[in-house]
């Protein structure tokens, strides 16, 4: 039987610290990585990107075998994880770069968005304003951002920010 490839998504929803946390622990998801998307610069840094001023998001790519999870799947964590009725926010991380965002990468995703979005609407009392956007150039964050959970569970924003979102995810 032949392999079937994997699938991408490009997902943004606060800090991707905790995107990150998140989806690497899903069956399914063969790779997580903290990066930019969204933005107007090439190659950018986290200390630019942290300025608000260049329009990228905080975004993971996720590799997933559509075998084991679609994209729909990825996006009930997604939808669990953020609140995606709060523009350019996600709890006390403020700026357009922490705003919630799905960048699909072809029309079914696109389609399986919208299709999310109006399902889990009216479980928000505030419309939900997650930006629907083609992806587009995807650049990696830092080494120091990759894995950043797995390496510093004790840190303190991981005790009080990433944690809560691992149990509230089934973690």
């Given at each position: 039987m ?8 490009y ?8 995107l990150?946390?998140?989806f ?7 790779d997580?990585v903290?990066?930019y998307?969204?933005?107007?610069m090439r ?8 300025t ?6 905080e975004t ?9 999870i ?8 997604f939808?669990?994880?953020?609140d995606?009725?709060t523009?350019n926010r996600?709890g ?13 990468v ?6 399986q ?6 399902a889990?609407?009216?479980?928000w ?6 930006e629907?956007?083609?992806?587009g ?5 830092e ?5 950043y ?6 840190q303190?924003y ?5 944690a ?7 973690f």
């Amino acid at each position: 039987m032949e392999k079937q490839a994997t699938k991408t998504a490009y997902l943004a929803g606060g800090c991707f610290w905790c995107l990150e946390a998140v989806f690497e622990r899903i069956p399914g998801v063969v790779d997580v990585v903290s990066g930019y998307m969204g933005g107007r610069m090439r190659n950018p840094g986290y200390g630019v990107v942290g300025t608000g001023l260049t329009g990228h998001a905080e975004t993971v790519r996720i590799d997933y075998d559509p075998a084991v999870i679609g994209f729909p799947e990825l996006l009930d964590f997604f939808w669990k994880i953020h609140d995606p009725t709060t523009k350019n926010r996600q709890g006390a991380d403020l700026g357009s770069q922490y705003r919630s965002a799905i960048f699909y990468v072809d029309e079914a995703q696109k389609e399986q968005a919208e299709a999310s979005m109006r399902a889990v609407a009216p479980l928000w009392s505030d419309p939900i304003v997650t930006e629907l956007s083609p992806a587009g150039e995807f650049w990696p964050a830092e080494d120091y951002h990759q894995d950043y959970f797995r390496n510093n569970p004790g840190q303190g924003y991981c005790r009080v920010v990433i944690a809560p979102k691992l149990r509230k995810a089934g973690f």
